[in-house]
């Protein structure tokens, strides 16, 4: 009954007004099947799941015969779909596309967006359940009319936090008070849609992926969070296609990154930006070390393109 529940409830919020009653195909790009979505197939509703462990271009004919309606997938999926698409290789156009499992970023969104000629929407959910989805404004929202959402707010960030969930619908597996490692940023103001529900402007990432630069005075580290990172990479060439930044062991940068530019221009450029945020953050730059962007073709592996194995304290010890 619970899995029932579950899914229903996704597919209640995930289509658009007018749809429910209407037949409508869904293309699911998962880690691994589901008979989650089996029992809630009928006669208005079909699934159709494309195993991300095979390659994702074999599946050209197969989507193009059954021509979603909705599409769901990770961002890297999806940016497969949307090249795939704008090289003439793919013809479809689902009315709703939604990113899942992965931090979706700007240049993806911009790109799949461009690609598909419609609006990316987003699904939040994770082990412990269904936590948010987009609205028709493309806002995402917290789903707490299913779950109480409690903010364990960041120091020094007033819209920054980590949730805290707790779930009384749960029989099998009750969820009380149990705090994700997920940061979300809140908007700046409610949504226009109206919804009364929590709006959210980002979700950054795992709080444990978080940079650390140190303090000029040598009294300890500063925080660095992913989306001043990222906006820092990304707003230094429109040329740049890929990146990710490591911070190894010894708190040095690792900067990969791919463009159709000029790369010694490009990581200059980089190299200025993030001195600059370490001169505004009163803090020291890390040493950084640029090196040739090199994409897994492993779909089944989530995509994180800012990660750290630094801790302040256990410096060169993890």
């Known amino acids: 009954f619970e899995r029932a529940k579950y899914a229903g409830t996704i597919l209640a919020k995930a289509l658009p007004k007018g749809r429910v009653f209407k037949k409508t195909k869904v293309a699911l790009f998962l880690r691994a099947n ?34 979603p309606d909705l599409l769901i997938a990770q961002p890297s999926v999806l940016k497969l779909l949307a090249l795939m698409k704008n090289n003439g290789d793919l ?15 700007p240049q993806d969104q ?4 461009s690609a598909f000629k419609n609006k990316l929407h987003q699904i939040y959910q994770c082990t412990e359940g269904f936590l948010g989805i987009s609205c028709e404004h493309g806002t995402l929202h917290l789903n707490e009319d299913l779950m109480m959402f409690e903010r364990d707010f960041i120091e020094n960030h007033p819209r920054k936090f980590q949730p805290i969930i707790s779930d009384f619908n749960r029989i099998t597996q009750p969820i009380i008070r149990y705090k994700l490692n997920d940061v979300l940023t809140l908007t700046e103001s409610p949504c226009s849609c109206g919804s009364p529900l929590l709006s959210i402007e980002t979700i950054d990432g795992r709080s444990d992926d978080t940079i650390y630069f140190s303090k000029k005075d040598n009294q300890g580290w500063e925080i660095i969070w992913s989306d001043l990172i990222r906006n820092h990479i990304l707003y230094v060439e429109s040329s740049i296609e890929e990146y990710s ?12 990154i791919k463009t159709s530019g000029d790369s010694l221009k490009i990581q200059k450029e980089i190299h200025e930006k993030f001195e600059n945020l370490a001169q505004k ?3 020291k730059l890390p040493s950084l ?9 492993d ?7 800012i990660t750290s194995e630094f801790r302040p304290g256990v410096l060169g010890a993890i």
Do not use: G, W
């Open 110 to 113: 911009i790109y799949i967006e």
């Open 91 to 105: 013809s479809i156009q689902p009315y709703r596309i939604f990113s899942a499992a992965e931090v979706l970023e």
């Open 281 to 283: 953050m009163n803090c």
């Open 34 to 67: 589901s008979n989650l979505y089996k029992i809630v197939k009928s006669k208005l509703i079909s699934f159709q799941f494309y195993d991300i462990l095979k390659d994702i271009k074999a599946y050209k004919k197969d989507l193009e015969n059954y021509q």
């Open 299 to 305: 779909y089944t592996k989530k995509v994180r393109r």
């Open 245 to 256: 930044i490591h911070q190894n062991q010894n708190s040095n940068l690792e900067i990969a």
């Open 289 to 297: 070390s640029f090196m040739k962007y090199e994409k897994s073709l």
